[in-house]
C-alpha cells in the first residue's frame, strides 16, 4: 500500500552543523513532496516543497532534493540553529478515491539542536 | 488573510456529549481536510473536502461527523465519542485536493 519512511527518528547535533534527514517512498504516483516543521504545541508549518519535475529546490538555509529513480527525498538543513529544533515530517501525495490528491505522511524526525 | 483558524483551541467532553469543531480559511481554497494527531505522531487524515464534497473519508467512526456549509468552513460534529478519541483535531485546507495544505492551530479534545 502506499507507505512513506522517514529516517532517522531522532536526529541531535551542534548548533552550526548540518542535518539531514530522509524520506522513502512507495507509489510511484506520487509527484508532490511537502516538508513540515512542528514546534511543541503549535500547528505543522509548510517549509518547503518539491515538485516531480525538479531534482533540487532551496530556501536560505534550507534545501529539499529528489530521487525519482529511488523514490527518496532528502530535508538538508545548514547552520542549524537552536529555533530549528522541532519535528519535521516529510509528506508525499498520493490519489485516494474519487481522484481525490491526498498527502501521506512519514512518522517523523525529532531534531535537536544544541546551543 | 492568509491563516485558517479553528475553534476552540480546548475542549473537554463527557461521552454522553455532543459537541462540534469549526474551522475557517478565506484564501479562496477549495479543498478542505480534517486530521486527528496524538502527541509524537503525523497528522492522520480522517475526511477530505473537495469543491464542497465530501471526496474522502479514511473509514472513521460514525461517532465523527464532517460537514462543510460553504467553501470557507468546515465543521466536524463530535458525539458519543471515547478516551481514545482523545488527540489535537487539526483542520487544513488547500487550493486544490493534494496540493500544499495550510494548517489551523488545532483543538486539543479531552474525552472524559
Known amino acids: 500500500g502506499e507507505n512513506v519512511e522517514q529516517h532517522p527518528s531522532t536526529l541531535s547535533v551542534q548548533e552550526g552543523d548540518s542535518a539531514v534527514i530522509k524520506c522513502t517512498y512507495s507509489d510511484s504516483a506520487s509527484n508532490y513532496f511537502p516538508w513540515y516543521k512542528q514546534e511543541l504545541g503549535k500547528r505543522p508549518q509548510l517549509i518547503i516543497d518539491i515538485r516531480s519535475n525538479v531534482g533540487e529546490k532551496k530556501d536560505q538555509r534550507i534545501a529539499v532534493t529528489l530521487n525519482k529513480t529511488a523514490k527518496h527525498f532528502s530535508l538538508h538543513i545548514t547552520e542549524t540553529q537552536p529555533e530549528d529544533s522541532a519535528v519535521y515530517f516529510c509528506?508525499?501525495?498520493?490519489?485516494?478515491?474519487?481522484?481525490?490528491?491526498?498527502?501521506?505522511f512519514g512518522q517523523g524526525t525529532t531534531l535537536q539542536v544544541k546551543p | 488573510d492568509t491563516e485558517v483558524t479553528q475553534t476552540p483551541k480546548h475542549l473537554v467532553m463527557g461521552m454522553t456529549n455532543k459537541k462540534s469543531l469549526k474551522c475557517e480559511q478565506h484564501m479562496g481554497h477549495r479543498a478542505m481536510y480534517w486530521y486527528k494527531q496524538k502527541a509524537k505522531k503525523p497528522p492522520e487524515l480522517m475526511f477530505v473536502y473537495s469543491y464542497e464534497k465530501l471526496s474522502i473519508n479514511e473509514s472513521v467512526p460514525s461517532r465523527f461527523s464532517p460537514e462543510c456549509p460553504n467553501s470557507s468552513l468546515l465543521n466536524l460534529h463530535l458525539h458519543a465519542l471515547q478516551p481514545e478519541d482523545s488527540a489535537l483535531y487539526l483542520c487544513?485546507?488547500?487550493?486544490?485536493?493534494?496540493?500544499?495544505?495550510?494548517f489551523g492551530p488545532g483543538t486539543r479534545l479531552t474525552v472524559t
Open positions: 487544513a485546507s488547500s487550493p486544490t485536493a493534494g496540493a500544499e495544505q495550510y
Open positions: 509528506a508525499a501525495r498520493v490519489w485516494g478515491s474519487s481522484n481525490t490528491g491526498k498527502l501521506i
